[in-house]
């Protein structure tokens, strides 16, 4: 995390560590879930997959589309396709995580009155 970073290399480059620490948030945010999913949290495979099966579809259309709503179409039906294949996909460890993950994101994005009646 942060403080590792600044341990590790604070004294030896303290400007651009205390740039990186500032505005790192979302960068690290991958740190605050299970160890066994950061591989995937790090990883930009799926996104850069997505990008290439969506430049394969303009090209194969030899980028003539009628309106601007096509693209949103190809850009939606592409999404749907890659969704079905990513829900085939097992991702190791998560199945070991999955209660973990389910309460971090049900405390994170729960209503705040839900979660206090939940608690009473």
Request: aromatic content about 14%.
């Given at each position: ?94 199945s ?11 405390e ?13």
């Amino acid at each position: 995390g942060p403080e590792e970073v600044k341990a590790a290399w604070g004294s030896r480059y303290p400007g651009v560590v205390g740039l990186w620490v500032q505005d790192s948030g979302a960068f690290l945010r991958f740190y605050g879930y299970p160890k066994v999913l950061w591989p995937y949290l790090r990883s930009t495979n799926l996104m850069e997959r997505f990008i290439r099966e969506v430049r394969r579809g303009t090209k194969v259309r030899d980028h003539k589309f009628p309106k601007e709503e096509a693209v949103y179409k190809l850009l939606y039906l592409e999404s749907e396709r890659q969704e079905g294949r990513w829900a085939e996909r097992k991702l190791k460890g998560f199945s070991e995580v999955k209660e973990v993950l389910e309460k971090m994101l049900q405390e994170r994005y729960a209503p705040r009155t839900q979660t206090l009646t939940h608690n009473s």
